[in-house]
């Protein structure tokens, strides 16, 4: 559990997580062959709860808790064609696990998330591939929470569900549209 993913093309990646023991191991999943190849071990060590996306034919993965249940802020891309971890800019915000992530075009989202005990965030991000830069955006417009979900469609992001500090559960579904920089 805790693993996180993306695609690229006809392929699946899966990586870190914990089953037992917190992992820093990184898998390609082949449509065409329903098989697992293993790929090399993700650039920023043992993790969980990390955010995971992809732009055009690169991998990223960024955040999440490592193997001494510190909250981290550090971004990697994987290149497929050289099977290598190259780290980038760090992430833009504090430090943290259970965020979400997601892409549109040529830029990355990271938002929300837990930086320590009880401390949730609603803050949001954007990466841009070409520039290798952070820049905040319109906080999330729901309560800030940890462990949400997200996707994008177009020109659209989307976030939902998740927890907050208090206990809460959420399963309320937000839209964020690049262009207005709203919720």
């Known amino acids: 559990y805790g ?3 993306f695609s690229i093309g006809t392929k699946g990646y899966i990586g870190t997580g914990i089953d037992g023991a917190i992992r820093q191991d990184f898998w390609e999943w082949d449509q065409a ?11 920023g060590g043992q993790r969980y709860s990390a955010v995971g996306f992809s732009i055009g034919l690169k991998g990223y993965i960024g955040t999440g808790g490592d193997a001494f249940s510190m909250r981290r802020n550090d971004f990697w891309e994987w290149d497929p064609s050289s099977n290598i971890w190259t780290q980038k800019s760090n992430f833009g915000g504090t430090a943290r696990e259970g965020a979400v992530g997601f892409s549109i075009g040529t830029k990355g989202f990271i938002g ?3 930086e320590s005990v009880s401390i949730y965030k609603n803050d949001f991000w954007e990466w841009n591939q070409s520039t290798n830069l952070w820049t905040q955006k319109t906080n999330f417009g729901g309560a800030a929470r940890t462990l949400t979900t ?3 469609i177009g020109t659209k992001g989307y976030i939902g569900t998740g927890i907050d500090a208090s206990g809460t559960t959420y399963n309320d579904f937000w839209e964020y549209d690049t262009t207005a920089n709203a919720w």
């Open 3 to 5: 693993a996180t993913g």
């Open 33 to 43: 062959t329903n098989a697992w190849t293993q790929k090399a071990d993700f650039g």
């Open 112 to 114: 929300t998330g837990e």
């Open 150 to 152: 997200g996707f994008s």
